[in-house]
């Protein structure tokens, strides 16, 4: 790889954490699509669960106070299982499909954000972390960009952004740790790539 390319990974990892620093999430879902402009997904997907390990363990450690453990506990069996399954799908499904399925995520979610910006959302049932944690799981897993779909469930069901801020750092503690180890187990773990021509 090139200066121009550590350059570029440097500069998108920079701008997708500052955003991760001031929402709570969202750096998988800056970094993913840019960086698999030039680097392959198998690569990006662990390196990005990597990276926000280190973050969610910060940005949770600074609220420890805030977090709301029964959210938690329900998020935590169907993630999971969205985990485990997102890892079948990374290591079997080819590139190219994968490719259009994170665009066409990140697209769904910034048209939902933008359809009911400025609404205060709806409190919602607790039987909605079972949707919201295997599709967080198995995105998670799949292209290391989870967070929206805990997020979404979460903002549904805590009223204190301070609270809901804190409890979408362990989601993704847990989650990254699942995914990060399915990776290497799987053999997807980060190693020296080679940037697309």
Known sequence: ????????????????????GISGFGSGLVAVPLLAL????????????????SASLVLGGLNFKQLAWPEIRRLLPPGLLGVAAGTVLLVSLPKTPMLIGLGSFVILFAVRNFLL???????????????????????GALFGTGG??????????????????????????????????????SGQAPMAPKPRA
Do not use: E, N
């Open 38 to 53: 030039k680097l392959p997904l198998t690569f990006v997907v662990p390196l990005i669960l990597l990276t926000d390990f």
């Open 117 to 139: 910006s400025g609404r205060a959302p709806k409190p919602i049932a607790t039987w909605w972390a079972w949707p919201a944690g295997l599709t967080g799981g198995t995105v």
């Open 1 to 20: 790889m090139s200066l121009a390319d550590y350059t570029y990974i440097a500069a998108i990892l920079l701008g997708a954490y500052f955003i991760r």
């Open 148 to 185: 929206p779909p805990y997020v979404i469930y979460l903002s549904h069901r805590l009223t204190d952004k301070g609270q809901l801020r804190a409890t979408i750092s362990p989601t993704t503690v847990w989650s990254v740790c699942c995914a990060a180890s399915s990776a290497v187990r």
